[in-house]
């Protein structure tokens, strides 16, 4: 799997919901998300558990 590995999340999406948009359509090809500075992770069936979680309280569901 390939995965892309971003220093910080504050340049990718111009929101919240384009940001969750962008890491379904990188899931869908089959690339991994990684942020090194918010350490949130696509790559692993864990992570992925992680941003589920972390997406749902602000009513987006990836």
Same mark, same amino acid.
């Given at each position: $799997?390939?995965? @892309?590995?971003? @220093?910080? #999340? *504050?340049?990718? /999406?111009?929101?919240?919901?384009? &940001?969750?948009? $962008?890491? =379904?359509? #990188?899931?869908?090809?089959?690339?991994? &998300?990684?942020? @090194?500075?918010? *350490? #949130? *992770?696509?790559?692993? +069936? /864990? =992570?992925? @558990? *992680? &941003?589920?979680?972390? =997406?749902? +309280?602000?009513?987006?569901? +990836?």
């Amino acid at each position: $799997m390939h995965t @892309l590995v971003v @220093l910080s #999340l *504050d340049r990718h /999406g111009r929101s919240f919901q384009e &940001f969750i948009n $962008m890491v =379904a359509e #990188l899931r869908e090809r089959g690339i991994g &998300f990684t942020s @090194l500075h918010e *350490d #949130l *992770d696509t790559t692993t +069936p /864990g =992570a992925r @558990l *992680d &941003f589920h979680v972390f =997406a749902r +309280p602000r009513g987006v569901h +990836p």
